[in-house]
């Protein structure tokens, strides 16, 4: 029987500090969501919905066969996943997948448990609530940024798409 092995916390403890210089790149927006790109499973994927709201960290069908990954790799889940209506949603199994986060002068890659579902969606991953606490991420909607530190203990910050 095999064990499922939980990544050790290796997340430095870092501040982050949201400034004006943060807000010097920002289009004024009608409260939009910050949508970020992401390199996963070594392929960059853009429209990733940081999801403060989401219990989950979600792939969708469409994405996962655009990444060319195999039915195969999935494994079995067998609880219910419910939609924001309160719709029971179909999840075709989960997956764990290298997630690397980018901005300009450094990076971090952490393995992320994803649920694949198959259900409709203007994203094509919702990064939720136990991957952002997890690496430590801050995102502000204000800024229309994501801000986690590097294993190294600087600050990545990366700009909403």
């Known amino acids: 029987m095999a064990e499922e092995v939980q990544e050790v916390d ?6 982050f500090v949201f400034t004006k210089a943060d807000l010097q790149d920002v289009i004024p927006h009608e409260n939009d969501p910050v949508v970020i790109l992401l390199v996963i499973a070594g392929r960059r994927v853009h429209y990733v919905l940081v999801d403060q709201g989401s219990s989950a960290d979600v792939i969708f069908w469409s994405t996962f066969n655009k990444l060319q ?11 219910c996943l419910y939609g924001f209506v309160g719709d029971q949603v179909e999840v075709r199994g989960h997956i764990e997948l290298r997630t690397t986060f980018i901005d300009n002068t450094t990076s971090r890659t952490a393995s992320i448990r994803y649920l694949v579902v198959n259900a ?5 991953i919702l990064l939720g609530r136990p991957t952002l606490n997890r690496i430590g991420a801050v995102a502000s909607t204000r800024h229309m940024k994501m801000k986690l530190p ?10 909403s798409e």
């Open 150 to 159: 590097s294993l190294e203990g600087m600050v990545i910050t990366i700009k």
């Open 120 to 124: 409709p969606s203007a994203y094509n």
């Open 10 to 15: 290796q997340t430095p403890d870092v501040d």
């Open 69 to 79: 990954l195999s039915p195969n790799q999935l494994r079995p889940y067998t609880r």
